[in-house]
């Protein structure tokens, strides 16, 4: 019971995600669904006079229901009611149908529309969280929480909730339009099969729980698995470990394949049951009637009925019990699929204020760990970096610079101590305003799929192309030497990125980077090791070249080559323990 309370509890809590417009279309779908029942209880009904028409008209002529249709007609005879009766009951199939179909039509759109809302919530949760969440995060759970995750929540979770209203309305109309024309054996019928479908419930619901844990999980693997081979393509080939990713692969992919065939077969075979029991009670049902009532020509249509009626709530409830079983099966990865949806995006009050850099970035006793369990990355460091500087970061792979460079852009807070900016401490309200200063060059320079000029010159917050500096745009390609490239190119700067994509060099890659960040003209420029693929003469011009484009900016870089340095007016080595020596002279260090 308890857990069955959890999964109402989760689709209480999908519900609150969804939009008050969606709820209002999946208002109206509930109304079609009504009248759905309604047309499939007038059809059912209407089925016995049909059949009486035809097995004895005089019984349905002289029936009190039909006189006023009788009357209207002006119908004589009790043979004359064939025509009308049946086209009245082929009119209520042929509308019953129409309405049936479009209640299909319109939940796999609207599931189709939530799912699509869903998607994008959990991908808009998860690229607003600050980015230490993201250092904490595995980015194959999100990738699949958000791929699988909506696939999930619409065909395991949606869909099979509206099947089951609509389901219980027909189940609930046929019920009571058999009952109306024979309560014993609609009562029979109605509570044998429920208890039937329950049992088999009740022993699967535990399985089927199970198997969805292990899809869920196992399917995380899977995209972790499939992210680090194709990653390290490179490492696999050389070391010809094919064979060690595929059984990795098999080991995971098969008990998730199994749990799934599993749940499948465990929702969908209780349908032979049915049917089976189905057939025998109709039978059972036709020999009990034929035997204590009198004359075959009474008999045929209540059975027909019954047998019609039958024929309609079997495959409903059969469908019921699908349902709910594939909203157990997908338990798992709903609850995951709830938790992104649930993740908090911190709100923070934002101050307006403009910070401009005029004086100096300061650390102040700034320690910094990831977190609570690790150890310390930096360790109650004191740092001063004037305005126009250009600052060199070195130190051992690990050591902890990107933490540093992360914590002056503000990207991760300190555990302890400040960031200030001319005096003015940085937090979260303000942090937006300082992170306007700066322009980043990552080591791995993500491109767009567009043009050269584009991969330099668009930004996101200008929706107009046109707006492009070409003379700026000219410069800064010169500037980071990209110039021999764009004239060997038939496009030139339009050449599209993607077209060439493997036929860019590490280097070019990383020269199109800077000269990203060097087109922005932001008064703080920050390298992480974002010449590592240039060579020494290479890194040289462009460093120069920063300098004299921006005379007055702020430029900090990481750097793992001494001669990148030597312009640096201030060099900060970041040691293991996680504390910062100054060095003045990059010649002293090498001596070092
Ligand atoms: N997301 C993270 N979670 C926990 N520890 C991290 C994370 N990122 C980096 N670290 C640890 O912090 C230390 C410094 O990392 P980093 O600043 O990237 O070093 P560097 O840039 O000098 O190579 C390393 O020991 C690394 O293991
Ligand atoms: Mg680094």
């Known amino acids: 019971m308890e857990k069955n309370n959890g999964v109402l509890s989760l689709v209480k809590a ?10 209002i279309h999946l208002v109206q779908l509930s109304l079609l669904m009504i009248l759905a029942t309604l047309a499939e209880v007038v059809s059912l009904g209407l089925a016995l006079p049909f059949l009486s028409v035809i097995t004895n ?8 229901y039909v006189k006023p249709f009788v ?33 299909l039509f319109f939940s ?5 529309s939530i799912g699509s809302d869903i998607g994008l919530q959990m991908f808009s949760n998860s690229i607003n969280q600050e980015y230490v969440v993201h250092t904490r995060q595995n980015s194959s759970k999100l990738v699949t929480g958000i791929l699988n995750k909506v696939d999930v929540v619409v065909g395991g979770i949606l869909a099979p909730i509206l099947t089951i209203v609509s389901s219980i309305l027909v189940v609930i109309g046929i019920t009571f339009t058999l009952f109306y024309i024979n309560p014993t054996v609609t009562l029979f019928l109605f509570f044998f099969f429920s208890f ?16 969805s844990f292990i899809i869920s999980s196992k399917y995380i693997q899977l995209v972790k698995i499939l992210n680090e081979s194709l990653g390290g393509i490179r490492d696999i080939l050389l070391e010809k470990s094919q064979d060690f990713y595929c059984d990795q692969y098999k080991k995971i992919d098969v008990p998730m394949r199994f749990s799934g065939a599993n749940n499948k077969f465990i929702s969908g075979s209780p349908r032979f049951l049915v049917e089976m029991l189905g057939m025998i009670f109709i039978t059972l049902t ?18 027909g009925v019954i047998v019609l009626g039958a024929q309609k709530l079997l495959p409903v409830l059969q469908q019921t019990f699908h349902s709910v079983s ?10 995951d699929a709830i938790l992104l949806l649930e993740e908090k995006i911190k709100k923070v009050e934002v101050c307006n204020k403009n910070i401009t850099l005029s004086k100096n970035i300061k650390l102040i006793d700034v320690s910094f760990k990831y977190s609570i369990e690790c150890k310390n990355v930096l360790n109650n460091i004191n740092i001063n970096i004037e305005k126009g500087s250009c600052v060199g970061f070195i130190g051992e792979t690990g050591s902890g610079k990107s933490t540093l460079v992360d914590i002056i852009m503000s990207l991760l807070s300190p555990s302890s101590g400040i960031l200030s900016i001319d005096g003015i401490t940085i937090d979260e309200s303000n942090r937006s305003n300082w992170q306007r200063n700066i322009a980043h060059v990552p080591q791995h320079v993500y491109l767009f799929d567009s043009s050269i000029k584009e991969n330099i010159a668009f930004s996101v917050n200008s929706e107009d192309s046109e707006d492009i500096d ?7 390609v010169k500037l980071c030497k990209l110039d021999s490239l764009v004239e060997s190119l038939p496009d030139g700067l339009n050449a599209k990125v993607g077209e060439m994509g493997v036929r860019l060099s590490g280097g070019q890659r990383q020269r199109i980077g800077i000269a990203r960040a060097l087109y922005k003209r932001k008064p703080v420029i920050v390298l992480d090791e974002a010449t590592s693929a240039l060579d020494g003469k290479t890194e040289e011009f462009i460093m120069n070249s920063i300098r004299a484009l921006q005379v007055d900016s702020t430029v900090l870089m990481i750097a793992h080559r001494m001669s990148t340095l030597r312009n640096c007016n201030k060099i900060l080595e970041v040691r293991r323990n996680g504390q910062i020596i100054e060095h003045k002279d990059v010649e002293l260090i090498t001596q070092a």
Not at 326 to 335: H, L, M, V
């Open 14 to 23: 999908f519900f609150r995600h969804v939009s008050k417009r969606k709820k």
């Open 57 to 64: 008209p005089e019984n349905l002529y002289t029936s009190e």
């Open 71 to 103: 009357d209207l007609l002006n119908i004589q005879d009790a043979s004359e009611l064939l025509l009308p009766v049946s086209l009245i009951f082929i009119l209520t199939i042929i509308l019953s149908s129409i309405i049936r179909a479009s209640v």
């Open 108 to 112: 796999g759109k609207l599931s189709a």
């Open 196 to 211: 039937i479908l329950l049992i088999i419930f009740k022993f699967t619901r535990e399985i089927l729980k199970e198997n």
């Open 286 to 303: 036709a020999l009990y009637l034929v035997m204590f009532n009198n004359g075959i020509e009474n008999v045929v249509p209540l059975l």
């Open 326 to 335: 594939t909203i157990n099966g997908n338990i798992g990865s709903f609850k």
């Open 470 to 476: 070409n003379e700026l745009l000219n410069k800064v």
